[in-house]
């Protein structure tokens, strides 16, 4: 499960309260028949919708409701799976942890609890992948392993350029960044790689309406090809439910996997991108 993920499937804060400007407005009507029946004030006047006291209760309850709603968006505000923007900023600056140029939230996210995570002063799994993804915004995800009883740790780098492949320069960068000596532990010998690419050529056949243009079938693959770009990371799995979900887009009735036939795994430090991509015009239907 991602960091990302777990943050989403945290329970709901009790700090934040559930408001009913139905409950507030009832909570005041009984305040106030409590009053008028206190001071020998007749309380039948409350029941009718247009008594001046209901309207005032009703633009007093619409008040409150307004002033909880702000106090929950501050709490809100405090806690990082619902921070956005310049409170997340503020928030992560309280770890050390400022947005990079480009930055969006969710990537800052991930930094914030690396940085929580990886607090020693280096040695940690989470410590290096922050160091990693710290040293380059182009630095999309990066991974941390090692293989069997070989001391050597290996990080493995997924960028956000063209189909996650790293650049040698981007590699030079993140290596120079984790061999720094404040960073790597004095006995750990690190080495930098691009992710693992897995290509995955895909084929299928494709049934449109009948008043759908054929010039639809170059954009099912364009489309595909943008929604992995956003999609794709290190450890991503290329389903077979999801890609064909994908070229079910306006104007086509149906979709027929030709190959693969089965989810397309990758491990950890592997990052999937699409090769060549055959849609057969199998004919309309309705």
């Known amino acids: 499960m991602s960091l990302s993920t777990e943050l989403t499937n945290l329970p709901a804060p009790q700090i934040v309260e559930e408001l009913s400007v139905e409950e507030i407005l009832a909570r005041k009507k009984i305040q106030l028949k409590e009053l008028f029946d206190r001071y020998g004030l007749p309380v039948d006047a409350l029941d009718t919708p247009y008594e001046p006291s209901n309207i005032l209760l009703e633009n007093g309850s619409l008040d409150e409701l307004i002033l909880r709603?702000?106090?929950?968006?501050?709490?809100?505000?405090?806690?990082?799976a619902f921070a956005s923007g310049s409170d997340l900023d503020h928030l992560g600056i309280f770890y050390d942890v400022a947005r990079m140029d480009g930055e969006d939230d969710t990537r800052l996210k991930l930094r914030i609890i690396l940085a929580i995570q990886g607090r020693s002063t280096g040695g940690t799994e989470e410590r290096y992948r922050?160091?990693?993804?710290?040293?380059?915004?182009?630095v999309a995800d990066a991974i941390v392993y090692t293989l069997g009883r070989s001391p050597l740790i290996h990080v493995a780098l997924f960028s956000n350029e063209p189909n996650g492949y790293a650049s040698d320069e981007l590699l030079l960068i993140v290596d120079r960044a984790l061999q720094d000596k404040a960073v790597r532990m004095v006995n750990d010998a690190i080495i930098v790689a691009r992710?693992?690419?897995?290509?995955?050529?895909?084929?299928?056949?494709?049934?449109?309406l009948p008043e759908t243009a054929m010039s639809v079938m170059p954009a099912l693959e364009s489309n595909l090809r943008f929604a992995w770009q956003l999609t794709a990371s290190l450890g991503r799995d290329l389903t077979l439910s999801w890609w064909t979900a994908k070229l079910m887009s306006d104007g086509v009735h149906r979709i027929e996997a030709v190959t693969p036939l089965?989810?397309?795994?990758?491990?950890?430090?592997?990052?999937?991108?699409?090769?060549?991509i055959k849609l057969n015009y199998s004919g309309r239907g309705f």
């Open 262 to 276: 089965n989810d397309i795994i990758a491990s950890p430090e592997e990052a999937i991108s699409i090769g060549a």
């Open 195 to 208: 992710a693992v690419r897995k290509v995955a050529n895909l084929e299928a056949n494709i049934w449109l």
């Open 69 to 80: 709603q702000r106090i929950n968006e501050v709490a809100r505000s405090r806690l990082l």
């Open 130 to 138: 922050f160091i990693a993804m710290t040293s380059d915004i182009r």
